[in-house]
């Protein structure tokens, strides 16, 4: 099972932040938070991962809560190009298989 | 520089016949897998191999599923025979190792439609 919560959908207007929430109370210690998102016909994609720090590359920027149990993605200018369903997965880097939940469906609106 | 190719991407078959889908992962990925992704649900684990060697295929349905990867390069995933619930799209992806961690790269899926 997914280690995972997040919410099944949300919108956002093109342009602005969009938030993406996401639990992972029972998260460990050695646990990641990683990020893929899914465009409709199209495998998984690498968004981003953290373990405590707050990260940001050229696609988005991770926010973990000081007790890491949520976290939240934040792709900072939306998209139509960013509809597509974000996964939010804990995974240690010792060779755990990546769980993936039923994900949050993102749909950027003009 | 090609990512993960399958073929064939779409597939329909009848009940009871057999199917194969095939995955060439990136160049020097020696970690590849093999997910089943229902419609509305995210990707499930079904087999996972280092090199040649399939290190984790507890999700797999051994009574009809069966993987190859005999080089260590490219992999097949066989159904025999399928049933109605296999319908679903079949994605495989790579990595340069899957114990520490490196980005896993999926290709485009194989979509089985059983009917």
């Known amino acids: 099972d997914a280690k995972t919560t997040q919410p099944p959908s949300m919108d956002c207007a093109e342009g602005r932040a969009a938030n993406l929430p996401c639990n992972h109370s029972t998260i460990s210690g050695n646990e990641y938070v990683y990020w893929y998102r899914q465009i409709h016909s199209q495998g998984p994609q690498y968004i981003i991962h953290g373990l405590k720090n707050n990260e940001t590359n050229e696609m988005a920027s991770l926010i973990i809560t000081e007790d890491r149990k949520s976290s939240t993605l934040i792709l900072p200018h939306a998209t139509l190009r960013d509809t597509a369903v974000y996964y939010c997965?804990?995974?240690?880097?010792?060779?755990?298989?990546?769980?993936f939940g039923p994900g949050t469906r993102l749909s950027v609106l003009p | 520089e090609a990512g993960v190719v399958q073929s064939p991407r779409y597939k329909i078959i009848e009940k009871k016949q057999p199917v194969a889908f095939w995955c060439n992962p990136i160049s020097g990925h020696n970690t590849l897998y093999w997910y089943r992704q229902n419609l509305g649900q995210g990707p499930e684990l079904l087999i996972r191999?280092?090199?040649?060697?399939?290190?984790?295929d507890s999700q797999l349905p051994k009574d009809r599923f069966s993987a190859e990867r005999l080089k260590g390069v490219d992999s097949t995933l066989k159904i025999q025979p399928a049933e109605l619930g296999d319908s679903a799209v079949y994605l495989c992806?790579?990595?340069?190792?899957?114990?520490?961690?490196?980005?896993?790269?999926f290709g485009p899926g194989t979509r089985l439609t059983v009917l």
């Open positions: 992806a790579s990595t340069l190792a899957g114990g520490a961690y490196n980005e896993q790269f």
């Open positions: 191999y280092e090199n040649e060697e399939a290190v984790d």
């Open positions: 997965i804990v995974r240690n880097n010792y060779g755990q298989n990546f769980v």
